[in-house]
């Protein structure tokens, strides 16, 4: 599984289903389960599913459209790998989602 990071309080926002559209300066062809990072803290905050990416748009932003997101109570911790700032591969993490 993959893992996206970031910061606060956007993190919290996409968790609780209060943001819905991630905008970044790249297009993903990621689809599906994507787990939550909270940058900075080590913690997998919960998970969202990535289901579409449009754009560019205006301003040359892509639109990452996510859906049906859950929080996970608590955090689960993991350990960063050296180097890693947008993607985490998770794949040797048990998925409690």
Known sequence: ?????????????????????????????????????????HLIIGSVSLVDCQGPDHLNLFHWILKNSRRLDPPVPYRHPHGAQIWVNLDNIPTPW
């Open 1 to 41: 599984m993959k893992a996206l990071i970031i910061r606060s309080p956007w993190a919290d926002q996409i968790v609780d289903g209060a943001k819905t559209i991630e905008y970044r300066s790249r297009r993903t062809h990621i689809r599906g389960r994507i787990a939550i990072i909270k940058g900075g803290t």
